[in-house]
C-alpha cells in the first residue's frame, strides 16, 4: 500500500486553505461582493458533485445484488444521519457566519474571532471526513487511487476561495496580516484530524464503510445548504452565484468521471 499517497491525500486538500488564507498578504482589502458570490458559489458546486460521484455513488455500488434493498436503504441512512450530525453541531457549536449572523449556544465567553474560526471549522470538518471514509475505500478495494486523488484535488480547489473568504475578514476585524493567515491554515488543519479519524474508525471496521461515504455527503450538503449558499445569494447578483456554482460542479464531476 502507497502511505505517501494516502498522506498526500489527506494533505493536499490542507493546501487549497493554506494558499488561499496568503491572499491576505495580497489583497489590500475585503474581497469583491461579487467575486466572493462566484467563489462560494463555485465551492458549492465542488461539494455537491463530490457528493454525489464520490460518496454517495460509491456507497450505493457497495451492494452489487440486484433488488438488494441496502443499496437504497444504507445510503439514505447514512445522509440523514449526516444532516442530523452537523444539525446538532451547528445547534451546540457557538460560531459567527460570515454574514456576522450569531448561532449556537449563546451564553459563552469566547471572542468574535475565535466564533468566526469555530464557523470555519465546521465547513471543514465534512471536508476532511469526506477525504478519509475515501482514503479508508481505498484501502479496502472499494475505490481506486484515482478516485482518491480526484476528491483530495477537488476539496483543495473549492478550499483555495474558502482560505480567502476566511482570513480577509479577519484582517477587517482588526488581526494581522500574519495572525489572519495563520487564522486562516489553522482553520484548515481539523480536516486531515478529521480524515485520519475517518481512516481509523472505516479501516477497523470495514463493514461501515458505505454508512461512512453516505454520512460524509449528508455532513457536506448540510454546509451548502445551511451556509454557503444562502450566504451566497444575499443581496443583488445572485445570478453570480449560480453559475460560480454551475462551474464548481462541471469541474468536479470531470474529476470525478474522468480519474474514477
Known sequence: MNYGIIALSLLIPLAGTVLGSAMVFFLKKEIHPRLK??????????????????LLQPAI???????????????????IVGMGF??????????????????????????????MMLAVT?????????????????????????????LSIGIAIQNFPEGVIVSIPLKEEGQSKIK???????????????????????????????????????VMIYVV????????????????ATIGLAVGFVIMMILDIALG
Open 37 to 54: 458570490k462566484i467563489l462560494m458559489g463555485f465551492a458549492s458546486g465542488v461539494m455537491i458533485a463530490a457528493s454525489i460521484w464520490s
Open 61 to 79: 455500488n457497495s451492494f452489487t445484488e440486484p433488488g438488494d434493498f441496502r443499496r437504497w436503504l444504507v445510503p439514505a441512512a447514512g445522509f
Open 86 to 115: 452537523m444539525l446538532l453541531l451547528d445547534y451546540i457549536v457557538p460560531h459567527i457566519h460570515m454574514n456576522k449572523q450569531e448561532e449556537g449556544v449563546k451564553q459563552n465567553k469566547l471572542s468574535k474571532t475565535f466564533k
Open 122 to 150: 465546521l465547513h471543514n470538518v465534512p471536508e476532511g471526513l469526506a477525504v478519509g471514509v475515501v482514503i479508508a475505500g481505498m484501502m479496502t478495494g472499494t475505490i481506486n487511487e484515482q478516485a482518491m486523488l480526484a
Open 180 to 218: 489572519a493567515f495563520i487564522l486562516g491554515c489553522l482553520s484548515g488543519v481539523v480536516e486531515p484530524i478529521a480524515g485520519l479519524i475517518a481512516i481509523l474508525l472505516t479501516t477497523v471496521v470495514a463493514a461501515i464503510l458505505p454508512y461512512t461515504l453516505a454520512f460524509a455527503a449528508g
Open 225 to 240: 445548504v445551511e451556509e454557503l449558499i444562502p450566504e451566497a445569494n444575499e443581496g443583488p447578483h445572485s445570478n453570480l
